[in-house]
């Protein structure tokens, strides 16, 4: 499975961003689809999750402003990212957990700056 994640930018403070992953590959259902970033410096951290079952989690730090969706049938997730801040600033991964192991996409950057 390859995860291919866009959609990062630059925007301002306060701004929009929508992030989108698709994935590639036989896989015929997803267990859960995750978003993560990670800092210049920093460990890479858990930012949103939408299960199979159509569950969705969120960190305290995104929650209220980031919005997870896609079809985890389909292998796609999208990350709706509202009232953006200086420090959601970072690298944003997509991932992929199936009966066939964990699957990381390649990052996309997203650069929150006045």
């Known amino acids: 499975v390859q995860l291919q994640a866009s959609g990062g930018g630059l925007v301002q403070p306060g701004g929009s961003l929508r992030l989108s992953c698709a994935s590639s590959g036989r896989i015929f259902s997803f267990n859960a689809m995750k978003w993560f970033r990670q800092e210049p410096g920093k460990q890479r951290e858990w930012v949103a999750v939408?299960?199979?079952?159509?569950?969705?989690n969120y960190a305290d730090s995104v929650k209220g402003r980031f919005i997870i969706s896609g079809d985890n049938f389909k292998g796609t997730v999208y990350l709706q990212m509202n009232s953006l801040k200086l420090e959601d600033t970072a690298v944003y991964y997509c991932?992929?957990?199936?009966?066939?192991?964990?699957?990381w996409g390649q990052g996309t950057l997203v650069t929150v700056s006045s």
């Open positions: 939408m299960s199979s079952g159509g569950s969705k």
């Open positions: 991932n992929a957990v199936t009966p066939y192991g964990i699957f």
